[in-house]
């Protein structure tokens, strides 16, 4: 199983969230550059397009990442696929893949958070028909080096090429899916990556959608091991789990509280917390031991996880923090994983 971090680049953490947007840049990369020393696999960075974050625009952070790092893969997590063109993102992502020397890859998705549609002009009407047309085109181009397409949402292209070219014959192309059970029949059946962000409730919930994904994908003609599956979801690693519970805790429920305001969701309280870390809950908030044994425990239920990536900046804590929790992943939790 491979073992990484997902980030959205906040800017809103550190003491009194006074950190400028410079330095909170600069030591996101200082993490991914560690999480490489460490010996973690893939660094995912998201999409937003709000103030508190910085990851508008994924693939020049990652392609500063892969000018301190030698081994670790750089992903986005997710691309907003609907609100972007094809085009762009498939060079964006293949200049990265030159960049790195083939350690690209693109984890595309609908977004949960809608704010790019009105700001790149798209109708929110059309959620699910854009990102259908514009993952097909981004398969095409991925697939093709002169292209010829048609859709309702883009001007037709006619035998032309797309260029650079990723190093990477098949550019790794992820679908990042949440609870729509035909998101996980399509990217069976298309034979692609499936990425579950997986942030509440009891993790084998999703056991039957997964199944969902293998069978559409088994129907298609696909092979088992070309149905990959990971799961992203929030976590923290400290020395002991009284340690990660106390740090995280704190910022977590302040973050999720505001967030559910905006969504409708209850206010986070320290008996939900508690529900949420046990042993069937989906946050991963431990000691090294216990989150391995955890995210162990979870593969299990979901028939078999091929990565796991932690979302850690969303609960306030501090770069020390952050790089500590890295350290202890690299160090401890993965030979963990490794031995089973």
Do not use: C
Not at 101 to 123: Q, T
């Amino acid at each position: 199983m491979e073992i990484g971090i997902d980030s959205f680049a906040s800017a809103m953490y550190g003491d009194n969230n006074t950190l400028s947007s410079v330095d909170a840049m600069e030591q996101l990369l200082q993490r991914i550059e560690f999480a490489d020393q460490v010996g973690l696999d893939v660094f995912g960075i998201g999409e937003h397009h709000k103030k508190e974050f910085l990851d508008s625009a994924t693939a020049v952070i990652l392609s500063a990442a892969a000018g301190r790092t030698k081994n670790i893969r750089l992903a986005s997590a997710v691309s907003v696929l609907s609100a972007a063109d094809p085009v762009r993102v498939y060079q964006s992502f293949a200049t990265l893949d030159l960049v790195s020397k083939g350690r690209a890859e693109i984890v595309v998705g609908r977004g949960s958070s809608i704010e790019a549609y009105p700001l790149f002009g798209y109708n929110l009407n059309d959620y699910n028909a854009l990102f259908s047309e514009k993952l097909d085109l981004l398969l095409h181009i991925r697939d093709n080096e002169f292209v010829t397409w048609e859709g309702k949402f883009r001007p037709a292209i006619h035998n032309l090429p797309v260029y650079p070219r990723a190093i990477q014959e098949k550019l790794p192309i992820w679908l990042g899916v949440g609870g729509t059970p035909e998101s996980f029949i399509r990217a069976g059946s298309l034979g692609l990556p499936l990425m579950v962000a997986i942030i509440g409730g009891q993790t084998h919930r999703f056991k039957p959608l997964i199944d969902l994904y293998r069978q559409a994908g088994k129907t298609a003609g696909y092979k088992p091991e070309e149905l990959k599956v990971g799961i992203h979801s929030p976590g923290y690693v400290g020395k002991t789990t009284e340690n990660a519970i106390a740090d995280y805790y704190p910022g977590y429920a302040e973050l999720w509280t505001k967030l559910g305001r905006e969504r409708g969701w209850p206010p986070v309280t320290k008996d939900k917390f508690d529900g949420l870390i046990d042993d069937l809950g989906v946050l991963i908030v431990g000691s090294p031991e216990r989150a391995a044994e955890k995210i162990l425990r979870h593969s299990e239920a979901l028939g078999d996880v091929d990565r796991f990536t932690f979302q850690m900046d969303n609960a306030g804590l501090t770069h020390i923090q952050l790089m500590n929790a890295i350290e202890l992943i690299g160090t401890k939790l993965i030979p963990l994983i490794r031995k089973g």
